[in-house]
């Protein structure tokens, strides 16, 4: 079981991926595997890279910095070519979006990241409040307790919705069968 975390600061190593090494630390400890990809550059070669990577993942996890009360406009660009290219190895896979910022914003970020989720039929994976931690520097993160508690307690749920999904195959159970895409356009 491996688990793709994006990051979608392009700060390599801020405050995003310092949350996101909070959950690796955890899903390790869960027995999970995971991978943390460099997702703030969304040039079509990164995305092309971090697609082939959704394929041998079974779940998703994005993070992203919160600009201008919304997601960067890095990881919007990112997810908008990545759901093209990737979109086929998310359906069904459990997701959950992390943002992280100096004050405000957070879930109006964390409800645009979740649009991604609910459109490919990704079960969303949650904590003991929404995913965010508060900081400006990868400092400020670590000292943010209730952040950091968040960032392992969505690591546990997700560690465990994964065994049980898991568990749940090897029981025969069958994922749902698959129609083929309406799209109307609203016309009839
Ligand atoms: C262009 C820009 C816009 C920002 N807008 C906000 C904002 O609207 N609200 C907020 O709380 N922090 C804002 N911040 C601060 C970042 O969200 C915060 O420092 C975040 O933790 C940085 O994560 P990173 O180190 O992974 O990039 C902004 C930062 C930048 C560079």
Redesign the pocket.
Known sequence: MKVLLL?G???KE????TALCEIADTLKKEGVESVIFQAGNPETENVKASAELMKECDALIVGS?????SPSGQIIEFMDKFSSLAGKYMVLKPAAAVA??????TTATLDVLMKYFSFHQMPVVSSNYWNMVH??T?DE?RRDEEGLQIMRVLGKNMAWLLKCLEAGRNAGVAAPEAEEKIKTNFIR
Not at 65 to 69: G, I, K, L, N, S
Not at 100 to 105: D, E, F, M, V, Y
Request: charged fraction near 15%.
């Open positions: 990051n600061s392009p700060r801020g405050c995003t991926y910095p919160v600009y201008w009360a992280s910022a100096r004050r405000a914003g900081g400006n990868p993160v």
